[in-house]
Nanobody, 124 residues
Framework: QVQLVESGGGLVQAGGSLRLSCAAS????????MGWFRQAPGKERDIVAA????????YYSDSVKGRFTISRDNAKNTVYLQMNSLKPEDTAVYYC?????????????????WGQGTQVTVSS
């Protein structure tokens, strides 16, 4: 079992930055893939970024590539999402997720554990 708790969301102006954190507890954190998803009102939950257990592999959606960076600190059982050059269309609830399989998955159904989500609002 893995418990995930996100933090760092908030209200920011367009062009600004935020850093989300996701603290994990339970099962050995260093052996699982971590991902960030987001869901805007009336829309599906979509992958934002994912990072392999070692941190050596990562995935970014086209909409955030070059602006967001995912990283992890296995010593602290924490994964981060640094978000720069934020746009109003980045407004959503952001969720941290964990996948027990050794892969970088992009579909929500492939992830086993979820945090409660943190709201990110970008004003124009």
């Amino acid at each position: 079992q893995v418990q995930l708790v996100e933090s760092g969301g908030g209200l920011v102006q367009a062009g600004g930055s935020l850093r989300l954190s996701c603290a994990a507890s339970g099962r050995t954190f260093s052996t699982i893939t971590m991902g960030w998803f987001r869901q805007a009102p009336g829309k599906e939950r979509d992958i934002v970024a994912a990072v392999s257990w070692s941190g050596g592999g990562s995935y970014y959606s086209d909409s955030v590539k070059g602006r967001f960076t995912i990283s992890r600190d296995n010593a602290k059982n924490t994964v981060y999402l640094q978000m720069n050059s934020l746009k109003p269309e980045d407004t959503a609830v952001y969720y941290c997720a964990a996948d027990r399989a050794w892969r970088i998955a992009t579909m929500p159904s492939e992830y086993d554990y979820w945090g409660q989500g943190t709201q990110v609002t970008v004003s124009s």
